[in-house]
């Protein structure tokens, strides 16, 4: 299963691939998509530290699972391909862009061009199985993106992290709020927006003011 990853993430993350828990994740891994259908496809899994390299990630948005339906996982966090209907909590998302900047919802889901500026749009569990959500999780994945936000959060400064949701905040726990952005707010689901949790956190504003403090270029949501 070829996969593609940017070198500079390889270079980070190069310690991590030769643990063992991660050598027993890549054989989990590669027999459920041989005898599986899974999501992303194989080549996608690491599309997010494919598109934003270590060195561009200025914004890190956390997701939990890859969608699990037919065509909608991509390897971006809340990212689908082109053609495919936006799932609710992505419409969500596009719905506070439009209130808090004024920008009208796109006609694509895919986010590869927010990932393309640096946004590192990352889910916790890199791969699902298709129509079985957390099918898995708990088998190194988490350790692994744990990992990830560590390595940013100690060797980069004044990066933008989105935790939304419980799961996310939680996540968050090893970043050093002292040299980085966190933004928390409920999740963009139907269950936490319409409690009203999600709406008006007006956090792609706030992501964009505090990337233009440190002479960061601005996301074009």
């Not at 050598?23 to 996608?44: A, H, I, M, Q, W």
């Not at 933008?160 to 933004?183: E, N, Q, R, T």
Request: proline share 5%; glycine share 8%.
């Amino acid at each position: 299963m070829k996969v593609a990853i940017h070198p500079s993430w390889k270079k980070e993350l190069a310690q991590e691939f030769e643990k063992d828990y991660f050598k027993n994740l890549t054989n989990f891994v590669r027999e459920e998509y041989t005898s599986n259908t899974c999501y992303p496809k194989g080549k996608d899994i690491f599309a997010a530290f494919d598109r934003a390299t270590f060195t561009s990630t200025k914004v890190v948005i956390l997701g939990q699972d890859p969608y699990h339906g037919p065509g909608q996982a991509n390897g971006l966090s809340f990212s689908v391909n082109e053609g495919i209907p936006f799932p609710p909590s992505l419409q969500n998302i596009f719905k506070e862009i439009e209130n808090d900047l004024g920008k009208p919802v796109p006609n694509s889901g895919n986010l590869e061009r927010w990932a393309n500026q640096g946004v590192l749009l990352l889910n916790a569990t890199l791969t699902v199985r298709a129509q079985q959500a957390g099918s898995h999780q708990k088998k190194g994945w988490e350790l692994f993106t744990d990992k990830v936000i560590e390595i940013i959060s100690e060797e980069k400064e004044n990066v933008v992290f989105m935790l939304w949701g419980g799961y996310a905040k939680k996540k968050g726990a090893k970043i050093d709020s002292s040299k980085h952005l966190i933004l928390t707010s409920g999740h963009p689901s139907p269950l936490s927006a319409n409690r009203g949790y999600w709406f008006g956190n007006k956090h792609f504003s706030k992501a964009n003011t505090y990337l233009k403090q440190k002479g960061k270029e601005p996301i074009d949501w």
